[in-house]
C-alpha cells in the first residue's frame, strides 16, 4: 500500500526566505503525487502534482517540487516565500485502482515578518 | 470551475443523534470521496463511492454509512454521534482532467 510521510509538523521561515517542505512516498507502482494547501477554515487546494511527465513540476503560487525517484522524495520549494504563504501544506499519493488518495499528515508553514 | 458544495459549515449534535453531512458536485463525476481531517493526523479516508448506489470502505468506515442515489450527490452518515467524531470532515470528487476537488469542509462538533 502506498503511505507518505512529511518531516516536520511545523516549519517556520522568514519573509524572504527558502521554503523547503519535505515528502517522502512509498509506492509499489510508478506514483501519482500531489501537494495541496489548506488556509485556515477552507477545503484543501491543490498547488501542484507529478504524473510521470516532467520530474520538476511547477505550480501556482510560485511553488515548485522535484520528483526524485532514487530518493522516494517529493519537495515543495519556493524561493522566497511570502506572508500570504502560511497555511498548513499536505503531500498525497494517488491509489490504484478507485484514486483514491493517501495523505500525509500535513506540515504547518509559519511565516514571520 | 467545478464545485463541491458542502451544505453545512458548522455542525453541532448530542452523542447518539443520526447525523446526515451533505456534499453535491456539479460535474458529473462518477468518483466522490469523504475524508475525516483532525490536527496531526492529516486526512483519512472514510467511504468512497465510484457510481451511483455503489461504495466502498475507506481506511476508517467505522461508526459511518454513506448513501449515493443521485449521481451529484454523496451523503456521509453518523449512524449514532459519538465525541469523538468530532472533527472536521471534507468531501472531494474527482476527474482525470481536473483532478480532486474539494469542499470547504463541515466542521462537526459532538457534545
Redesign the interface.
Known sequence: AQSVTQLG?HVSVSEGALVLLRCNYSSSVPPYL?W?VQYP??????LL?YTSAATLVKGINGFEAEFKKSETSFHLTKPSAHMSDAAEY?C?VRNSG?????????TMLLVSP | DVKVTQSSRYLVKRTGEKVFLECVQDMDHENMFWYRQDPGLGLRLIYFSYDVKMKEKGDIPEGYSVSREKKERFSLILESASTNQTSMYLCASVDERYGYTFGSGTRLTVV
Do not use: I, V
Not at chain 1, 41 to 46: D, F, R, Y
Open positions: 509538523s500531489f495541496y477554515n477552507q477545503g484543501l487546494q491543490l502534482k499536505f498525497a478507485y484514486s483514491t488518495l493517501t495523505f500525509g499528515k500535513g
